[in-house]
């Protein structure tokens, strides 16, 4: 295993795994090492998060580990809930709980302007973190709309389409979305160690 990523979220690293298209067996995740905690995301920012994410795997299991924090940051509510998007409507909140508070809070604004931004932290043992990030702007429509993705996708056009992230299929969603722009910015920051 040559990089880990520090997640549990299978969602996350069918993305990732698709994106980076690795060799089967190369890429581990955070379910290959179920006696490790969860790290506790306390961190003031998404590059925080991540960082911390990335370090405690590397410590944890000696191999380098790629973490990443993502957030949706909404115009019209002052950024939020950006840092907070995965537990907005309280820890242990579903997608659904999100969504449906997301719909609340900007119940009669105009500027449904939002953008998805993903910050990417690599942890090698004896060298600093290092960070990307990717990030696609788009709006927050009134309903959800389609089957595919998860979180707010179902509530989240990027510009110059007509689709929700939940209904683009995942080919075109992992071409476009933050996450493909942090993991491009990765490749092409750190692509000789990645092999790519």
């Keep these: 295993m040559k990089l880990v990523i520090a997640t549990?979220?299978?969602?996350?690293?069918?993305?990732?795994?698709?994106?980076?298209n690795?060799?089967?067996g190369d890429i581990g995740s955070a379910l290959d090492f179920p006696e490790i905690p969860d790290t506790v995301e306390n961190g003031g920012t998404l590059e925080a998060n991540a960082v911390k994410k990335a370090t405690e795997m590397c410590m944890a299991t000696g191999i380098p580990a790629l973490a990443d924090d993502s957030g949706l940051e909404v115009e019209a509510l002052n950024g939020a809930p950006g840092v907070y998007s995965a537990r907005w409507a309280g820890e242990n909140c579903s997608y659904d709980d999100n969504n449906t508070k997301l719909l609340r809070e900007l119940a009669g604004k105009e500027n449904r302007c939002a953008r998805f931004r993903t910050v990417l932290a690599l942890v090698r043992l004896g060298a600093p973190p290092q960070t990307v990030e990717g990030s696609v702007r788009g709006v927050i429509i009134h309903k959800r709309r389609g089957e595919h993705g998860f979180g707010y996708d179902p509530l989240f056009v990027p510009d110059g389409y007509t689709q929700t992230f939940a209904e683009l299929p995942p080919e075109i969603k992992n071409r476009i979305s933050h996450r493909a722009c942090a993991l491009a910015a990765a490749v092409n920051a750190w692509g000789e160690f990645l092999g790519k």
């Design 8 to 20: 549990r979220n299978r969602h996350k690293l069918e993305e990732i795994r698709a994106i980076f």
């Design 22 to 24: 690795f060799a089967s």
